[in-house]
């Protein structure tokens, strides 16, 4: 069993192609789900670098929850493969497409308890769109949970940061795979406005969840969690103040002055284009004149040829 002991969950781009392969291929029911092992390389660190993964077979019952299997045959002889094919990996948990947390998740996760002391459960919701707000990825923990009112305590999953990321490598090999994809015609601004109307769609659901969590606080649904409340005021102590008088101007002057700079930058680049047609167009006509001065001086040439030619006739005859 490997130790790993993490804060955080980084998961690179392969895990998430392969993870969507894994579904297509599978061709699931919208409603069922796929699951997998997840791997990683080097030593445990606090930041959880998920840089491979592979599908395990899964099956499991929507209307009875407690009814599920896993093959651990397949799971640990996948495992041998990969580890000739690369000694340093290791299990650091499984995957699931989710895409919510279900019933048999936690007896799945104890299966993953023998191969690491702390797995790290992902889920990877494939059915998000395009429209589709933050990332695709959700990553859990399982702490135990113990009762204050003597109760047996019991395992629970305890939520992690997570975030996308890729090493250089990689980077570029998405970059080359969203060469074909990416629209390169589209205007920097209009790709700039969608990214900052995406981000306000964000910051308004971020708000509802702040709105939802304290009205349940206020109604005794939930119990007050003073650092996320603490949490909640910094955020609102560094936004923007909306009731200054000079907000609007300020705003107006900003639009303004990145209005005209878009203008300016369309008059530079029209001239430009002019100038480089006119230079075309002096470039053709100068090759045209050189065309038409060697094309007379081949006939001037030949002409003289054939004179030569006729007055050394004329003298032979004589």
């Not at 919208?30 to 840089?51: A, D, F, M, N, S």
């Not at 077979?57 to 929507?62: G, H, Q, T, W």
């Not at 990332?135 to 949970?145: A, L, Y």
């Not at 349940?216 to 103040?241: E, M, R, T, Y």
Request: aromatic share 6%; with cysteine; net charge neutral.
């Amino acid at each position: 069993m490997s130790e790993n002991t993490f804060d955080k969950v980084v998961v690179h781009p392969l895990v998430l192609l392969s993870v969507v392969d894994h579904f297509k291929r599978s061709k699931q029911a919208p409603q069922k789900r796929v699951v997998g092992c997840l791997l990683t390389e080097g030593p445990p660190e606090k930041t959880l670098h998920i840089t491979n993964s592979f599908a395990v077979p899964f099956d499991e019952k929507l209307e009875k929850p407690d009814v599920w299997f896993i093959d651990h045959n397949f799971l640990e002889t996948m495992f041998e493969m990969h580890k000739k094919v690369n000694a340093k990996e290791r299990i650091v948990g499984w995957y699931s497409t989710g895409p919510s947390i279900r019933k048999s998740d936690l007896d799945i996760h104890e299966i993953f308890r023998k191969y690491t002391q702390d797995p790290a459960f992902v889920i990877i919701n494939v059915h998000q769109g395009d429209g589709a707000l933050g990332i695709p990825v959700k990553s859990f923990r399982s702490i135990e949970e113990v009762k204050k009112d003597g109760q047996e305590s019991k395992r629970t999953f305890k939520h992690c940061p997570s975030e996308v990321g890729a090493f250089e490598a990689e980077e570029v090999g998405v970059e080359h795979l969203l060469r074909d994809i990416k629209d390169t015609t589209v205007n920097n601004l209009t790709t700039s406005i969608g990214s900052k109307i995406s981000a306000l769609k964000g910051f308004k659901e971020r708000l509802n969840e702040m709105s939802k969590y304290l009205q349940d606080v206020l109604a005794g649904k939930l119990q007050p969690n003073h650092l996320i409340i603490s949490n909640i005021q910094d955020i609102f102590n560094i936004g923007l103040n909306l009731d200054t008088n000079n907000l609007n101007s300020q705003i107006s002057i900003t639009n303004n002055d990145m209005t005209l700079t878009i203008y300016l930058s369309s008059m530079v680049r029209s001239v430009i284009a002019l100038h480089d047609l006119i230079e075309n167009k002096i470039q053709n006509r100068e090759i045209e004149k050189r065309l038409r001065m060697e094309s007379y001086k081949k006939t001037q040439k030949k002409e003289e040829e054939k004179l030569k030619q006729k007055k050394e006739n004329t003298e032979n005859k004589k």
